[in-house]
């Protein structure tokens, strides 16, 4: 079974860089899907970030693309987002999420991560 | 971006009850669409995919459907576990986007 488990801090300074990790167990990364982050703002907001694809290839939200990252380990069987200059409105719940390709819908999620951006 | 309009924001069912829940897209997502539950505290699961296409493990009394730019989640017989959050998302056309939500409760 798939399990999916975001880690990273807590809380960030504005202006300073959000990284989070996705550990991924019960399925290897480059084995196929895409691998993506999701976020939940408070009062329920939900903003699909980006995917990186099981070949490495990446695909960002316009939104966000001039600060976003999303790169892997496939060593560790783990994928990784960087958010750069956070304001407070970045305060959210991240989910990492498997993306089953052609049908564009998320499968497994982790439990989530909350982050707060606060000075 | 294709924005989904979804209604109600909330709404409380007795159980045996059945409840729908809609969400309209701001532009034609040709059935790709997908439904989630969010129990309190635990990430979103999904239900539905392609509209009406029921995720393995999925009870039954959970359906979807729609067409164009108008679909809903219908719960046949409302549950306690099906106390939750359910939100739509369209998987048309990237960004992906979802719904606001609806907080479903037992009345």
């Known amino acids: 079974e798939i399990q999916l488990q975001e880690s990273g801090p807590g809380l960030v300074k504005p202006s300073q860089s959000l990284s989070l990790t996705c550990s991924v167990t019960?399925?290897?990364?480059?084995?196929?899907?895409?691998w993506s982050w999701i976020r939940k703002f408070p009062g329920n907001k939900m903003e699909w970030m980006g995917y990186?694809?099981?070949?490495?290839?990446?695909n960002y939200n316009p939104s966000l693309k001039s600060r976003i990252s999303i790169t892997r380990d496939t060593s560790k069987n783990q994928f990784f987002l960087q958010l750069n200059s956070v304001t407070t409105e970045d305060t959210a719940t991240y989910y990492c999420?498997?993306?089953?390709?052609?049908?564009?819908?998320?499968?497994?999620w982790g439990q989530g991560a909350s982050v707060t951006v606060s000075s | 971006d294709i924005q989904m309009t979804q209604s109600p924001a909330s709404l409380s069912a007795s159980l045996g009850e059945t409840v729908s829940i809609e969400c309209l897209a701001s532009?034609?997502?040709?059935?790709?669409l997908a439904w989630y539950q969010q129990k309190s505290g635990k990430s979103p699961q999904l239900l539905i995919y392609?509209?009406?296409r029921l995720q393995d493990g999925v009870p039954s009394r959970f359906s979807g459907s729609g067409s164009g730019t108008r679909y809903s989640l219908k719960i046949s017989g409302m549950q306690p576990e099906d106390e939750a959050d359910y939100f739509c998302?369209?998987?048309?056309?990237?960004?992906?986007?979802f719904g606001s939500g609806t907080k479903l409760e037992i009345k």
């Open positions: 999420a498997r993306t089953i390709p052609y049908y564009y819908v998320m499968d497994a």
């Open positions: 019960g399925y290897t990364i480059t084995s196929g899907y895409d």
């Open positions: 392609a509209a009406s």
């Open positions: 532009e034609g997502i040709s059935n790709d």
């Open positions: 990186i694809s099981y070949s490495g290839s990446t």
């Open positions: 998302q369209q998987s048309y056309k990237y960004p992906l986007t």
